[in-house]
């Protein structure tokens, strides 16, 4: 395998599979199947996920609420979907630890980067959870953030694109799909990967970034060997 340790960042919204709410247990399934799969290759894996599938900070404000109490509503809405992913992981008989990064003793334990990085090296799958625990930041700055503090060898991006193209290609026909762009190219041409602040995370800690389709069985894999899937942006 090309990659030993990596950060795999999931979205919330690609668990809802077909629904259009919550999350669907055909890919929750899945997700985990092809989690084992790297797993039983000896890939050590933390994962991050996002809560869009249940709730959104932003969305929050649009109602007139306070941002940072939406945030917050965000954030156990990550948990919601990490518990998911842990009960699903262990039964496909991966074993897995739970982190949140707002205390909440009874469901997880804290996040403690140390202990993160035993479970890792005793090849337990780390799901952090809760974002970084503050509001303003995204699931992709925690999944950042948290790829850096346990010395990841890539974020791996799964989304239900399979790579970064050139233009939006369902509007744009004549948008191509690049197999590798440095960081510099991404900010020159506005392309939109990851917000800024989880972006410049990556680029200024030299820590590259693997966008793929998820959804497709067999590709998790693939990247981790190496493979040309998706887009790799680094330095
Ligand atoms: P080792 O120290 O390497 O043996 O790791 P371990 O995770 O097996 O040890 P530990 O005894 O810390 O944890 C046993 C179980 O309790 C694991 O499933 C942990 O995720 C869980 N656990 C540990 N600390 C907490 C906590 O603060 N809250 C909750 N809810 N679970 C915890």
Same mark, same amino acid.
């Given at each position: 395998?090309?990659?030993?340790? *990596?950060? $795999?960042?999931?979205?919330?919204?690609?668990?809802?599979?077909?629904?259009?709410?919550?999350?669907? /247990? /055909?890919?929750?399934?899945?997700?985990?199947?092809?989690?084992?799969?790297?797993?039983?290759?000896?890939?050590?894996? &933390? =994962?991050?996920?996002?809560?869009?599938?249940?709730?959104?900070?932003?969305?929050?404000?649009?109602?007139?609420? +306070?941002?940072?109490?939406?945030?917050?509503?965000?954030?156990?809405?990550?948990?919601?979907?990490?518990?998911?992913?842990?009960?699903?992981?262990?039964?496909?008989?991966?074993?897995?630890?739970?982190?949140?990064?707002?205390?909440?003793? %009874?469901?997880?334990?804290?996040?403690?980067?140390?202990?993160?990085?035993?479970?890792?090296?005793?090849?337990?799958?780390?799901?952090?959870?809760?974002?970084?625990?503050?509001?303003?930041?995204?699931?992709?700055? %925690?999944?950042?953030?948290?790829?850096?503090?346990?010395? %990841?060898?890539?974020?791996?991006?799964?989304?239900?694109? +399979?790579? @970064?193209?050139? &233009?939006?290609?369902?509007?744009?026909?004549?948008?191509?799909?690049?197999?590798?762009?440095?960081?510099?190219?991404?900010?020159?041409?506005?392309? /939109? @990967?990851?917000?800024?602040?989880?972006?410049?995370?990556?680029?200024?800690?030299?820590?590259?970034? =693997? *966008?793929?389709?998820?959804?497709?069985?067999?590709? $998790?894999?693939?990247?981790?060997?190496?493979?040309? *899937?998706?887009?790799?942006?680094? /330095?």
């Amino acid at each position: 395998m090309k990659y030993k340790r *990596v950060l $795999l960042k999931l979205s919330g919204e690609s668990l809802m599979g077909e629904k259009a709410f919550g999350i669907d /247990n /055909n890919r929750l399934k899945s997700y985990a199947e092809q989690i084992k799969e790297v797993r039983e290759l000896g890939v050590e894996v &933390a =994962i991050v996920i996002g809560g869009g599938n249940i709730f959104r900070g932003v969305q929050a404000e649009e109602g007139g609420m +306070d941002r940072t109490h939406g945030d917050y509503m965000g954030m156990l809405a990550t948990m919601i979907n990490a518990m998911a992913l842990q009960a699903s992981l262990e039964s496909a008989g991966v074993e897995s630890r739970l982190q949140s990064a707002i205390e909440m003793k %009874a469901i997880a334990e804290p996040f403690i980067r140390r202990k993160a990085m035993r479970h890792l090296e005793k090849g337990r799958v780390v799901i952090f959870g809760a974002g970084t625990g503050n509001p303003y930041f995204t699931t992709d700055s %925690a999944a950042s953030l948290r790829a850096i503090e346990v010395n %990841a060898d890539a974020i791996l991006k799964g989304t239900r694109v +399979d790579g @970064i193209y050139s &233009a939006d290609p369902e509007k744009d026909p004549n948008a191509t799909k690049y197999d590798m762009i440095s960081f510099d190219d991404v900010y020159s041409k506005g392309l /939109n @990967i990851m917000d800024m602040t989880a972006f410049t995370l990556c680029k200024e800690n030299d820590l590259p970034i =693997i *966008v793929f389709d998820m959804d497709t069985p067999g590709n $998790l894999k693939q990247v981790l060997a190496g493979e040309q *899937v998706g887009t790799i942006v680094r /330095n």
